[in-house]
């Protein structure tokens, strides 16, 4: 048996799932970006009329994502210390690998306590944002 968990305050996903799945002692999120509840702009993505994209700032997008994951955490009555493992995709690699890690060890500063960490590159994500995350944490 599993229970869905909503969030009230990370950002709407952009498809028909839940933010996050309790199956026994574990908390799966579903792929989390770095949107705004109720706001169609990405913090960090600067759009033309079009919808070209036409600035990026990682930093912004990064913790904008985290942001959004300690909201869902907070909704299933989890905390930053149940992350137990982390995928990380990135749609520019080069670029932003070393500015993950940075921010990484910033919002994980107990080396005893940082969850795994898996990072892989891909072509695009399903909006134009450069950085999504799947978490999978301990339910309390």
């Known amino acids: 048996m599993s229970d869905i968990v909503i969030s009230s305050r990370a950002a709407e996903p952009v498809g028909p799932y839940p933010h996050a799945r309790r199956v026994g002692d574990l908390l799966f999120l ?5 949107r705004e509840r109720g706001m169609t702009a990405i913090p960090g993505v600067a759009q033309d009329p ?3 994209v036409i600035a990026r700032d990682f930093d912004v997008q990064a913790r904008a994502v985290f942001a959004n994951v300690r909201a869902v955490l ?4 989890a905390s930053w210390d149940d992350i137990v493992d982390v995928t990380c995709f990135l749609t520019h690699m ?12 910033d919002q994980f500063p107990d080396e005893a306590t940082r ?18 995350l799947k978490v999978i ?3 309390p």
């Open 50 to 52: 079009t919808g070209a």
């Open 30 to 34: 579903s792929g989390i970006g770095p």
């Open 74 to 77: 907070d909704a299933a009555g």
């Open 115 to 132: 969850p795994c960490r898996t990072t892989v590159e891909v072509t695009r994500l399903p909006t134009p944002i450069d950085i999504e």
């Open 94 to 105: 080069p670029e932003a690998f070393a500015a993950l890690t940075r921010i990484w060890a």
């Open 137 to 139: 944490a301990r339910a």
